[in-house]
Nanobody
Framework: QVQLVESGGGLVQAGGSLRLSCAAS????????MGWFRQAPGKEREFVAAISRSTTYADSVKGRFTISRDFAKNTVYLQMNSLKPEDTAVYYC?????????????????WGQGTQVTVSS
């Protein structure tokens, strides 16, 4: 089993920045891809970014968000810049035991508990 714990959410004004962290523990060698999803109230969970041998971003965050990974710390980060009110959501860390990056949340094996990001206008 793998446990994922997110941190770094909070309240920020539009145009500001936040960095989310996700620490993995347990059977971490089984993880090849790590990613971030988000879910706003009344909306479906949507893909934000993922990292494996490469990185992939949702169009809505390209150029503003950066995903990175520290293998030594088993941690993935999401640097979020130029935040907009529409970025407000609960952000979830996810991991899958496959090197291929996919955008469907159903393809991810492990999930964190989520961290709230609120961007005020």
């Amino acid at each position: 089993q793998v446990q994922l714990v997110e941190s770094g959410g909070g309240l920020v004004q539009a145009g500001g920045s936040l960095r989310l962290s996700c620490a993995a523990s347990g059977r971490t060698p089984s993880i090849y891809t790590m990613g971030w999803f988000r879910q706003a109230p009344g909306k479906e969970r949507e893909f934000v970014a993922a990292i494996s041998r490469s990185t992939t971003y949702a169009d809505s965050v390209k150029g503003r968000f950066t995903i990175s990974r520290d293998f030594a710390k088993n941690t993935v980060y999401l640097q979020m810049n130029s935040l907009k009110p529409e970025d407000t959501a609960v952000y979830y860390c996810a991991a899958r035991a496959d090197v291929v990056i996919v955008l469907s949340s159903r393809e991810y094996d492990y999930w964190g508990q989520g961290t709230q990001v609120t961007v005020s206008s």
